[in-house]
């Protein structure tokens, strides 16, 4: 097996000039391969180690083989149907099904489709490969030809195309990409992506994804009761993510206090004004704006040193816009903060909304996974009281993109809100129960089918499976903080350990390190995060993100959901971030 820290597939070089046909470590994996994934096994061997025709690296300048022996559709054995030779120089997309004799040409394409994509895949867990093969924007246009068409390429050149894209993608299932929420590669839901893609279908009624629509039924509802509503009562939808599925709740709050809206427009209701932290995700004033409330009838709630809403003053402000004659109708708290990982305290948001009969949402995009943990999950003490809760599983729970979740306690409230009646698509006279025609609750008409990846991976992994994955990566934050806390050249933007998996902090160059707290200081610290990370970039080894807040200067937010991340990756960020810093 690889050395500790080397990364289970890394058998060759990144450029692939090594020489993996003399490697014994390669023939031991390639033989457990094999014998546990059989056919996969034998495919990604003959893929990576030339027992079979080896593809050009993805995005190379030479063109893959143009000829392979195309499989048979039939369903003899054994086949003694002839294999003819499949030239994608001269065949085009026309070729394919549902073209006449279109199996075999496509049967041939999409397995070498396939084998891109398992190389991209093997690839990504590779630590010897880079993060991201980093170019300008003009040098990628000045490189390829990306621009459309009239006339139809043939299919060597689409799979070139696909090779060509994957060679400039990052790599965001690496165990070293860190730059996003979003993190990981999971076999299981990717799988599901592709069957999803597969079938191709819609989720606005019954009639034409019986399967998709029972499990976001079913998936909804464990939600619900996993949030702590009765018997998981309530409704919800997934939707295209997180500022969307607050956009909802916004819409749906302003609809239960004054349901004419829906008919008559904002005319017809008083000035309404809503609540978020000062640290809240910006995709609130944007829904305010979509909604015609406007950004200005957003109020920032101060927070304390921590990023935490702060209860006072919530209440305060709350009072002020009564006294100006102002309605308030909705107060948003977060459960995890982007930057900081805050978590608003819930109880006590509950409390006043309560009393004032206001409209209680979390923003729980972030912090949601949090509650699959029971060793994590009474940071979000208070939740139940919430009227709704966005929930992102494409973040901490690791779902592939998009998987966000929109939960109501109050059921029918949504129907009610969005329904426009459509009788085209609900009709009311079908042979099955209408409850679940679920589109008319949605404001989009078509929507995907984003529900199976996550059910398919709680089936895989069970609710176990997503804590042990939550509580690592909380672990693993709690590790780098414990070892930069007092390490010379970090300097914490807060103090105490992090409540998830952010961790904020400065990293201060030798340079610096004898210079007072002043200004200039401050103007320099603000220009290291950016080099760093520019320099990260060029040289793809990894990716962390960094910004100001407030009145601090760039520092690095760190955060880690990739099930894949070791300590040992977490070490390397923390050397990384020297090596490429030490000199400004």
Not at 248 to 258: D, Q
Not at 290 to 311: N, Y
Not at 460 to 487: P, Q, S, V
Request: with cysteine; glycine share 8%.
């Amino acid at each position: 097996m690889a050395s500790p820290g080397s990364g289970f597939w890394s058998f060759g070089s990144e450029d692939g000039s090594g020489d993996p046909e003399n490697s014994g470590t390669a023939r031991a994996w390639c033989q457990v391969a094999q014998k546990f994934t059989g056919g996969i096994g034998n495919k990604l061997c003959a893929l990576l180690y030339g027992d079979a025709e080896k593809p050009a690296e993805s995005g190379g300048s030479q063109p893959r083989t143009t000829s392979r022996k195309a499989t048979c559709a039939c369903n003899q054995k054994p086949c003694n149907c002839p294999k003819a030779e499949v030239n994608y120089a001269f065949l085009h997309a026309t070729d394919l099904l549902p073209a006449c004799d279109g199996e075999r040409p496509t049967l041939a394409f999409l397995q070498d489709v396939m084998d891109i994509l398992l190389q991209y895949v093997v690839k990504s867990f590779d630590r010897s490969t880079k993060v991201i093969d980093f170019h300008y924007p003009n040098e990628l246009l000045q490189e390829y030809n990306w621009e459309l068409a009239d006339q139809p390429q043939n299919l060597e050149e689409i799979l070139m195309h696909c090779q060509t894209t994957l060679k400039y993608a990052i790599k965001t299932g690496h165990p070293r990409y860190f730059n996003q929420l979003s993190t990981g590669l999971d076999m299981v839901g990717l799988a599901a992506d592709w069957l999803t893609s597969t079938a191709n279908t819609n989720m606005f009624t019954y009639e034409i994804a019986p399967v998709f629509v029972l499990l976001e039924y079913v998936t909804l509802k464990k939600m619900r009761e996993i949030i702590g509503w009765p018997g998981g009562s309530g409704d919800g939808i997934f939707s295209p993510g997180g500022a969307i599925s607050n956009m909802y709740a916004m819409l749906i709050a302003r609809f239960k206090m004054f349901p004419e809206v829906k008919e008559k427009g904002m005319a017809a209701v008083p000035r309404l004004i809503a609540f978020t932290s000062e640290h809240s995700h910006f995709s609130l004033k944007k829904g305010a704006a979509a909604l015609g409330i406007g950004t200005d009838s957003v109020i920032l709630i101060k927070c304390d040193e921590r990023g935490k809403m702060i209860p006072s003053d919530l209440e305060r402000r709350i009072l002020e816009a009564k006294q100006k004659g102002f309605v308030p109708f909705l107060v948003s708290a977060t459960a995890g903060t982007t930057v900081y990982g805050a978590f608003d305290p819930l109880l006590a948001v509950a409390d006043i909304c309560k009393k004032y009969k206001i409209w209680m949402h979390v923003d729980a995009a972030w912090g949601g996974g949090l509650l699959m943990s029971r060793k994590h999950k009474w940071k979000l003490s208070g939740v139940e009281r919430a009227n709704s809760v966005t929930w992102n599983p494409h973040k901490m729970m690791g779902v592939p993109l998009q998987c966000s979740a929109l939960l109501v306690r109050e059921e029918g409230l949504m129907q009610s809100c969005n329904q426009m009646h459509a009788s085209y698509l609900f009709q009311q006279d079908k042979h099955y129960d209408l409850s679940y025609d679920t589109g008319d609750k949605a404001l989009q008409c078509g929507r995907h089918v984003d529900v199976f990846k996550l059910w398919l991976m709680w089936r895989a992994k069970g609710t176990t499976g997503f804590e042990a994955h939550i509580d690592k990566c909380l672990e693993l934050a709690e590790y780098l903080y414990n070892i930069i806390k007092n390490r010379e050249g970090y300097e914490m933007v807060f103090d105490g350990k992090p409540q998830h998996t952010n961790v904020c902090f400065w990293y201060v160059p030798p340079s610096l390190r004898v210079l007072d707290n002043n200004e200039e200081r401050m103007s320099r610290l603000s220009k290291v995060a950016p080099v760093i990370k520019a320099r990260m970039m060029e040289s793809g080894t990894t990716m962390v993100s960094y910004q100001p807040l407030g009145d601090k200067v760039n520092f690095f937010r760190m955060v880690i959901s990739n099930p894949a991340a070791t300590h040992q990756d977490i070490d390397f960020l923390i050397e990384e971030i020297e090596r490429l810093g030490q000199d400004l």
